[in-house]
């Protein structure tokens, strides 16, 4: 296990130093000091299946619908973006897991002034490696998620852009009423995500964003489990590094793991969710 560890953590090392070289060479023009926009307030309704197909394979079924505030509709605002993200698991082990799929993301076009098209699909290849680690009587997450995606302006006949997404997670699940992660527990969830991002159209802003989140959890059953939270995020402007744009989101979660094998051929639970 501390093999695998050390070898994720040299390959991010690896990608952020590149990054963060490439960009520093370019001569893009950046504002005397950074400049960080009035933050924007968003809505996030999410919901995450792990299906179990067979011993080690699981089907990974995310659906996200997600909220932003306009001029006109302040904090609830309108639908920003729908997700449908996709992807087939591997059961590595009780604590590590690796998956890969798909994404279609449909973005809305929420300026109101706009006179563009209201509607553009974003395509995604994206994979995963996660590991868990228990800590006394919380477990600990370490997620590394490699995104390359495809997006398109709201400008008629605009041109996709293809980037490349590098995130690391860490999070840690701590139950509050009681010694272990169990039904009828309440947990809370600190998390802390790093997503870079590379390409021909990133000009020094390689930080596409810095997401700090506190949930409160509920596991209803071994098969379901509720949260809510809220999270502060904030990254460079894709046009201009100097730039900052920043969010308050509340974030609602339900978490789902149905599982139609035969009761003999069911592994005993795992760590292996979102």
Known sequence: MNSIFKTFGCLLLLVFTNILTTYAQDKTELPEEAVYKDPKTKVWLNTY????ISKRLFWDAQTHFRFEETKN???LGQVGQIY???AIGYIYSKKV???AGGVVRINFNTD???TDRNVVPEWRIWHQYQFAQPVYTAMIYHRIRIEHRWTQGFAENS???FRNRW???FRAKIPLTGHKLEPKTFYVSPEAELIMQSGKAVVASPMEDLR???TIGYILTPRLTFAAGAMYSQGQDLANGGFYKQNWTLRFHMYYSPDFRKVKNKLPAIHFDD
């Open 159 to 161: 041109e996709y852009i």
């Open 73 to 75: 509709t302040p904090f």
């Open 84 to 86: 449908n993200r996709h």
């Open 167 to 169: 995130r690391y997670m």
């Open 112 to 114: 109101e002034s706009s």
């Open 97 to 99: 897991s690796f998956r």
């Open 212 to 214: 700090l989140t506190t």
């Open 49 to 52: 299946g792990n299906i179990r």
